[in-house]
T-cell receptor, first 116, second 111 residues
Framework: NAGVMQNPRHLVRRRGQEARLRCSPMKGHSHVYWYRQLPEEGLKFMVY????????ESGMPKERFSAEFPKEGPSILRIQQVVRGDSAAYFCASSPVPGLAGIEQFFGPGTRLTVL | SQQGEEDPQALSIQEGENATMNCSYK?????LQWYRQNSGRGLVHLIL?????REKHSGRLRVTLDTSKKSSSLLITASRAADTASYFCATENQAGTALIFGKGTTLSVSS
């Protein structure tokens, strides 16, 4: 049973370009969470999605960032017009049940975004 | 805002020694989790302790929870070089929709 898959593992973009980060949850998991980790920091929650629904996007910046989890295919975190401050590691996690309810989250290896 | 704060920020020990990391949090919780992150990798779940539990063991790991002090500790006994990693505590947000992580403790175990 493959774990959470993220691609690309490393992404380099110039300021003003778009970044698309993909996450395939574990088989049987329909709940996806995106987190961002700045250097020397812990992970910060961005958004929680179920298939075709955004459940909680309270951690998502209001502009330039969007996320989706379509009925078919991976979850996508999209960052438009990237700036240097977007450089970070972006992690996706999945769970088999709604919300957390004391259930562990399974994390992917992350995508390291570098904005030049 | 940060919910969990780990202490110390960094810890260096020799193989075979025990490592203790502490976590403090601010609001009431249903449970608290500890995760490990190896350099450049994703997080791996270590252990979950519920609010009605005081202590939990898993292999060389021992976690305690003191809800009156809003604190938890992670003890790794007989440490190995492979334990070198960052360790994070995490609690759930009020809505139960996300984990809130502290900044972590970076553990370095030298042989």
């Amino acid at each position: 049973n493959a774990g959470v898959m993220q691609n690309p593992r490393h992404l380099v973009r110039r300021r003003g370009q778009e970044a698309r980060l993909r996450c395939s949850p574990m088989k049987g998991h329909s709940h996806v969470y995106w987190y961002r980790q700045l250097p020397e920091e812990g992970l910060k929650f961005m958004v929680y999605l179920q298939k075709e629904n955004i459940i909680d996007e309270s951690g998502m910046p209001k502009e330039r960032f969007s996320a989706e989890f379509p009925k078919e295919g991976p979850s996508i975190l999209r960052i438009q017009q990237v700036v240097r401050g977007d450089s970070a590691a972006y992690f996706c996690a999945s769970s088999p049940v709604p919300g957390l309810a004391g259930i562990e989250q399974f994390f992917g290896p992350g995508t390291r975004l570098t904005v030049l | 805002s940060q919910q969990g704060e780990e202490d110390p920020q960094a810890l260096s020990i020799q193989e075979g020694e025990n490592a203790t990391m502490n976590c403090s949090y601010k609001t009431s919780i249903n449970n608290l989790q500890w995760y490990r992150q190896n350099s450049g990798r994703g997080l791996v779940h270590l252990i979950l302790i519920r609010s009605n539990e005081r202590e939990k063991h898993s292999g060389r790991l021992r976690v305690t929870l003191d809800t009156s002090k809003k604190s938890s500790s992670l003890l790794i006994t007989a440490s190995r070089a492979a334990d070198t990693a960052s360790y994070f505590c995490a609690t759930e947000n009020q809505a139960g929709t996300a984990l809130i992580f502290g900044k972590g403790t970076t553990l370095s175990v030298s042989s």
